[in-house]
């Protein structure tokens, strides 16, 4: 890969914090800071213009919430990489901003370097994924292919690997076999590296596929996952990944 | 060394006569209190050394701490046993010649005695006593028998000194016994452990009959003296000193009811003890059968000295003060006291202001507050308020505010230290660089405290469901950061089964308190938790790949105190935990707690 900087914008009302994340970015080999803004306004303002290539975003900002901002913002900059930054470890908030269009989850207090690690991981095509998150992923797309039928009952034999799953057109529609996949190894609690070794492939490619997860979450987020889990899926979406 | 004692007890003792002056009671002083004697060469001090709550001793205030009002140590109400130590000592002292060295200073025991205000109607003083002894001996130098009496405690108008004081009559009667030849008598302090006291002894009379009938009649005093007045190093004609320390054993004038020389001992070292004996010389015969009675005149006060522990056993909520008293025996009293403030707190959920509390304790220090504790009691807390609707408008709200004030403010301080850390990372002192990234550490583990508080408080998160999400992610941030591998078997599709704060905190907790052990200890490289709910019964295991332990070794077992944990917060909450482990076979925690009632699984209506 071409050596090139990282373009990152900052979205936070703390001030201390902000001016910490400025100080870092800066410093940071391979790291550019195009623009920092403290307010949700501020954002939807200025950061299209600078077109970054990694937006730091607070979860909590003055005048709204950051998973809206992640929304309003990954519409007009699909090619832009979102990290949420948060002090509260929720994963219901976590899944929000990633069907909003987040790539990423950030829990504070990170220390410089594990920020800079995280900017360099996400900017260079890395696509996180927390197995908290996995979790509600996994069970989101389960929910899309079984709501017709009675629920499995709850108890030792629902493990996430799920055989009793039909081999039915909804979920395969959804999630491509690999990536599936790599969802069940992630909420079985593999790393990245682990699921590589399991599946035989790099590390870059377990990123891939979980892009791809999550560009069908960002789509569904764009047409509510409620009315996916109502009505199944929009046959349409199958084709995008 | 002997300068620093010196100087230290000058100016302690300056110190605590400046308190006298200033207070009308004796000095209070933070557990240390000193004062002079008029002669100005020996003084007394009691010193309380520590309060040891269920075997856990409390830290005291220093003495080096200002004269103000002291800060009370604070017991808990379900503390079963509280132990005082304190101390006293008196010290002899000359002024040091010009030029020459230093004297020592040699700190023996003050008499003691000690008051709990607040439980203690007056004060305490154990039973100590002084003795009078006749022996018989059989002309080979043994002693074949004998009988004794005591002097127990305090005489009758005891005034401060024997010779100040009125002197009570006493006697004892002995039968020689076969083979006895002459009879003896001594007066001797106890040995026993601890105790220190003041004794005169006058008109020391022996008879001697064979039938209840006295008929020889022996005077001991007036004391023959061979020249001069008496001085209490003089020793009476037909008396020695064999005590373990003769100098205790001592001639003092009493001028009443006209002036003579007594014996007399002054004890006022706990281990050693004082006597006065007839010489060989002064013994009288006897004959198998004949009847002696020894009679004489006592004043007296015997009481505890050097090291000693007040025992208490559970004390009511309330406001106490723990006072000791230490005077220098044959002095009077000095009343110099040592004293501090307890105060018996009833546990916080007994009160009804806790509440408020536990806000503010959060708010102000949770940090300093401690973690676990504090948040488990704020979970119980609740536990008990959730029944009002309120609550539920409350509980978010404290969220909230915990969140984003403290949470915040954590993370900044976190922040702040790494960056400090990294700025000085190369250019400072190793332990500079060290001490930055010690700062990180505590505030990030304290914003995952409150953030397990934050969790635990918020209503929106009272199901099983909501629970097993936050344990995912809690557990996958703790074993990244160790490098640790782990595999989760937790259902993705558990019920929402509701479960409250309380519940829901103390299992994380102990779920958390499992992984730490076995990050701490085992050296594992895999942990696998396993979540599975079976007809109502939650079951958690956590198992990790390390070295296990031999459970029935108390000392392989590796930080009882947080297996013990473990076990206490799931009994708190009707739940269980077993551990399986052995020698080299990993570690298992098997943590279970019986659920109320498992609601439909979701889904659509």
């Known amino acids: ?241 | 060394m002997t300068t620093g004692l010196r100087m230290g007890i000058g100016r302690i003792s300056q110190h605590a006569l400046g308190a006298f002056r200033s207070a009308q009671q004796t000095a209070l002083w933070l557990g240390f209190a000193i004062a002079w004697l008029p002669s100005g060469r020996t003084h007394a001090s009691v010193e309380i050394t520590a309060v040891v709550v269920d075997g856990h001793e409390v830290p005291l205030p220093q003495p080096a701490a200002s004269v103000g009002e002291p800060v009370p140590i604070r017991i808990p109400s379900t503390a079963r046993q509280v132990i005082f130590r304190f101390r006293g000592a008196r010290s002899l002292e000359t002024p040091p010649k010009a030029g020459g060295p230093l004297p020592a200073v040699e700190p023996r025991a003050a008499r003691l005695r000690f008051r709990l205000d607040g439980y203690d109607t007056g004060w305490r003083d154990a039973p100590a006593s002084a003795r009078a002894m006749l022996h018989f001996g059989d002309g080979t130098g043994a002693v074949i028998g004998g009988d004794a009496a005591t002097m127990p405690g305090e005489s009758a108008g005891w005034r401060g000194t024997p010779e100040a004081s009125p002197f009570i009559s006493y006697e004892l009667i002995a039968t020689a016994p076969p083979g006895a030849v002459h009879v003896m008598a001594s007066f001797l302090t106890h040995n026993a452990e601890q105790v220190v006291g003041s004794l005169g002894i006058d008109d020391i009379v022996l008879r001697i009959g064979d039938s209840g009938e006295p008929d020889s009649l022996h005077r001991f005093t007036p004391l023959d003296l061979d020249s001069g007045g008496p001085t209490p190093r003089t020793t009476p004609n037909g008396w020695f000193r064999p005590g373990s320390r003769p100098e205790m054993s001592v001639v003092r004038r009493r001028s009443q009811p006209e002036p003579h020389a007594i014996l007399a001992i002054e004890d006022d070292d706990p281990t050693r003890f004082g006597n006065w004996s007839m010489s060989n010389g002064s013994r009288l015969s006897v004959a198998e059968g004949d009847t002696v009675w020894l009679t004489w005149t006592a004043a007296h006060s015997f009481g505890l000295g050097g090291t000693l522990t007040a025992y208490y056993g559970r004390l009511k909520p309330g406001s106490y003060w723990f006072r000791v008293g230490a005077f220098l025996p044959g002095s009077g009293s000095t009343g110099v006291e040592a004293s501090i403030p307890v105060v018996v707190v009833p546990p916080l959920w007994m009160r009804r202001d806790v509440w408020a509390a536990a806000v503010a304790a959060a708010a102000a220090g949770l940090g300093l507050a401690g973690r676990a504790i504090a948040t488990r009691r704020l979970a119980r807390r609740l536990q008990e308020l959730e029944r009002s609707h309120a609550l539920e408008r409350e509980r978010s709200r404290i969220a909230r505010d915990l969140h984003d004030e403290i949470g915040a403010k954590l993370t900044e301080i976190a922040m702040r230290a790494d960056t400090v850390r990294s700025e000085v990372d190369g250019i400072a002192r190793p332990e500079v660089v060290q001490l930055a990234g010690g700062i990180w550490q505590i505030a990030a583990d304290l914003v995952r405290s409150v953030d397990a508080i934050v969790w635990a408080v918020n209503p929106a998160h009272d199901t099983l469901d909501r629970f097993a999400a936050y344990l995912v992610q809690s557990t996958e941030q703790f074993l990244d950061a160790a490098g640790i591998a782990m595999r989760f078997q937790i259902p993705e599709d558990l019920p929402p089964v509701p479960l409250d704060g309380t519940v829901r905190h103390s299992l994380f907790l102990a779920v958390r308190e499992a992984e730490n052990n076995a990050v701490k200890h085992s050296g594992c490289t895999t942990m696998t938790i396993a979540l599975t709910l079976t007809d109502g019964l939650l079951e958690i295991v956590i198992a990790d790949n390390g070295k296990g332990f031999d459970p029935h070794d108390p000392k392989a077992t590796p930080d009882r105190s947080g297996l013990t944990n473990m076990r206490q917060r799931m009994e708190e909450i009707g739940g269980h935990c077993a551990i399986d482990t052995g020698i080299g076979r990993g570690t298992a925690v098997r943590l279970t707690l019986p659920l109320p009632a498992v609601l439909p699984p979701r889904g659509p209506s």
Request: contains cysteine; proline residues 6%.
């Open chain 1, 1 to 241: 890969m071409m050596t090139r900087t990282i373009g990152v914008a900052v979205v936070e009302d703390d001030v201390h914090l902000r001016r910490s994340f400025e100080r870092v970015i800066t410093a940071a080999e391979g790291c550019r800071l195009v623009g920092v803004c403290a307010t949700m306004a501020e954002a939807v303002r200025q950061i299209p213009a600078l077109a970054p290539d990694v937006i730091l975003m607070d979860v909590n900002l003055p005048d709204g919430s950051g998973v809206d901002c992640v929304a309003e913002l990954s519409g007009r900059l699909p090619e832009t990489q979102i990290l949420m930054v948060t002090a509260y470890q929720d994963p219901d908030t976590a899944f929000r901003a990633i069907t909003a269009g987040a790539h990423g989850y950030l829990v504070k207090p990170v220390t410089a370097q594990k920020l800079v690690e995280a900017i360099r991981e996400i900017g260079d095509g890395g696509v996180p994924m927390s197995r908290a998150v996995a979790r509600k992923v996994i069970a989101v797309f389960r929910s899309m292919n079984e709501p017709r039928g009675p629920q499995t009952q709850p108890g030792r034999e629902a493990g996430p690997r799920a055989e009793d799953r039909p081999e039915g057109m909804p979920s395969e529609s959804m999630l491509a076999p690999r990536e599936q996949q790599v969802l069940e190894f992630l909420v079985e609690g593999y790393s990245y590296k682990e699921i590589a070794v399991q599946l035989g492939l790099s590390t870059g490619t377990v990123s891939t596929y979980v892009n791809r997860i999550y560009k069908k979450l960002h789509v569904s987020s764009r047409r509510e996952v409620v009315a996916w889990s109502r009505g199944g899926g929009d046959p349409k979406k199958s084709g995008r990944s």
